[in-house]
């Protein structure tokens, strides 16, 4: 995980300090600029482990540090971080109109990063039935509720949101039936994870433009 800096003021000590904290969101991935606030700390033989809250303005969710700070020192150390996990580096885009998305997509990553093929490749599979859902909801073309509904399916959602666009059909169904098939006993495909995340991204790449044209900016 990689490590930022920022100044905080800890009354405890009556000094403002380098604290560190993730360079990005652990949650969403967002480059970090979070509020800081101290949850609590215990005072140990060279100092304080202080406990911290950081709010989000992206995602507008906490994650939680320990940091340890020794006597007369001008800076702490992150010795701990929740949830500590792998984030993306992703448009704040899908962060406003696929969150869900944004969820499975973090920890189809994490998955893969970890080695656990068969979960990544499910994930991946469920993260881009995520985002074309969230894309019909942003877009209002169905209602959160009918969206919900399980006989609603990502073949459903295939077909009946992107029905005129016969490159982008292929390829999701590419993703759904391919990431189908790691949820068998007896896989079948010979498509390897690369080559999925390969396509997977592709996706992402099509629904940001469409997500971006919704967003212009003000003239």
Same mark, same amino acid.
């Given at each position: 995980?990689?490590?930022?800096?920022?100044?905080?003021?800890?009354?405890?000590?009556?000094?403002?300090?380098?604290?560190?904290?993730?360079?990005?969101?652990?949650?969403?991935?967002?480059?970090?600029?979070?509020?800081?606030?101290?949850?609590?700390?215990?005072?140990?033989?060279?100092?304080?482990?202080?406990?911290?809250?950081?709010?989000?303005?992206?995602?507008?969710?906490?994650?939680?540090?320990?940091?340890? $700070?020794?006597?007369?020192? @001008?800076?702490?150390?992150?010795? !701990?971080?929740?949830?500590?996990? +792998?984030?993306? /580096?992703?448009? #704040?885009?899908?962060?406003?109109?696929?969150?869900?998305?944004?969820?499975?997509?973090?920890?189809?990553?994490?998955?893969?990063?970890?080695?656990?093929?068969?979960?990544?490749?499910?994930?991946?599979?469920?993260?881009?039935?995520?985002?074309?859902?969230?894309?019909?909801?942003?877009?209002?073309?169905?209602?959160?509720?009918?969206?919900?509904?399980?006989?609603?399916?990502?073949?459903?959602?295939?077909?009946? $949101?992107?029905?005129?666009? @016969?490159?982008?059909?292929?390829? !999701?169904?590419?993703?759904?039936? +391919?990431?189908? /098939?790691?949820? #068998?006993?007896?896989?079948?495909?010979?498509?390897?994870?690369?080559?999925?995340?390969?396509?997977?991204?592709?996706?992402?790449?099509?629904?940001?433009?469409?997500?971006?044209?919704?967003?212009?900016?003000?003239?």
């Amino acid at each position: 995980m990689e490590i930022s800096t920022v100044d905080h003021y800890f009354s405890t000590v009556s000094k403002t300090v380098a604290i560190q904290i993730p360079q990005t969101c652990p949650w969403c991935g967002i480059g970090n600029n979070p509020t800081n606030t101290e949850a609590g700390k215990i005072e140990i033989q060279e100092g304080y482990i202080f406990s911290m809250h950081h709010y989000c303005p992206a995602c507008k969710k906490y994650h939680m540090t320990n940091q340890e $700070y020794l006597r007369h020192a @001008d800076k702490t150390t992150m010795v !701990l971080v929740y949830p500590n996990k +792998v984030t993306i /580096d992703i448009d #704040h885009l899908f962060i406003e109109y696929a969150p869900r998305f944004v969820e499975f997509y973090s920890e189809a990553i994490e998955a893969e990063e970890s080695g656990l093929e068969n979960i990544a490749g499910t994930g991946y599979r469920s993260a881009v039935e995520c985002l074309i859902k969230d894309y019909a909801l942003a877009f209002g073309l169905d209602t959160k509720e009918y969206l919900s509904d399980p006989k609603f399916t990502f073949n459903n959602a295939i077909d009946k $949101y992107v029905k005129n666009d @016969d490159l982008l059909k292929g390829a !999701l169904h590419f993703i759904r039936t +391919v990431g189908n /098939d790691y949820t #068998h006993w007896n896989k079948s495909t010979s498509i390897s994870l690369p080559v999925l995340k390969n396509y997977v991204d592709i996706i992402v790449q099509i629904f940001k433009s469409k997500f971006m044209l919704k967003d212009l900016p003000k003239i």
